[in-house]
Structures are given as structure tokens and as C-alpha cells.
Nanobody
Framework: QVRLVESGGGSVQPGGSLRLSCVVS????????MGWYRQAPGNERELVAR???????GYVDSVKGRFTISRENAKNTVALQMNSVKPEDTAVYYC????????WGQGTQVTVSS
């Protein structure tokens, strides 16, 4: 059974940085395109960053240039470096494949406020 465990969230001021991490257990995720999603209160969950097994990455416009997704296949981990955060980045962040193939983890809360 695949398990996703996200961590690294917290409270940060606008303009600050956070690094989120996701550990995937129960499967070797080398061949999967992984993504980071976020869900703000009252909103649907949205995919904000994706990374192919090759390391090629893509981002939605709202985070492009500020967020960086990375992966370590040997450790079954995927990370999201968040820089220059904004209040609108406040959400619960989740990782999963880009097709949301696996059961969701608990997520990690990111709160951006002054």
C-alpha cells in the first residue's frame, strides 16, 4: 500500500521561504510523474508543480519563478522549495502523482501572513 507523508509546512511572513518534503513509501516511484498540489479553504485542490522522472519540471503561472520542485528517486522523496511566498499561497499542500493515483496523505499546512 502506497503511503504519502508530507512535512515542512508552517507559518511564514510574506516574502519568506519554506521547504516542503514528501516521502513516498510502498512503491518505487521512479517512473511516476509527481506533483505538488494545494487546497485553500473553499477552493478545489489544484496541481501547482510537477516533475517528470527525468527531472523536467513544470509550474502553474501563479508560482512560476518562486517555487522549485525536485525529487530524489533513490530516497523516494519529492520536495517543494517555496520562495517569495505570498498570502495567496496559504493552503494545505499535498503530493501525489499528477493523476492523483494514490490515496492522499494528510498534507502540510502553509500559512503566509504578516
Amino acid at each position: 500500500q502506497v503511503r504519502l507523508v508530507e512535512s515542512g509546512g508552517g507559518s511564514v511572513q510574506p516574502g519568506g521561504s519554506l521547504r516542503l518534503s514528501c516521502v513516498v513509501s510502498g512503491i518505487l516511484f521512479n517512473d511516476y510523474t509527481m506533483g505538488w498540489y494545494r487546497q485553500a479553504p473553499g477552493n478545489e485542490r489544484e496541481l501547482v508543480a510537477r516533475i517528470f522522472s527525468s527531472g523536467l519540471a513544470g509550474y502553474v503561472d501563479s508560482v512560476k519563478g518562486r517555487f522549485t520542485i525536485s525529487r530524489e528517486n533513490a530516497k523516494n522523496t519529492v520536495a517543494l522549495q517555496m520562495n517569495s511566498v505570498k498570502p495567496e499561497d496559504t493552503a494545505v499542500y499535498y503530493c501525489n502523482t499528477v493523476s492523483a493515483l494514490w490515496a492522499w496523505g494528510q498534507g502540510t499546512q502553509v500559512t503566509v501572513s504578516s
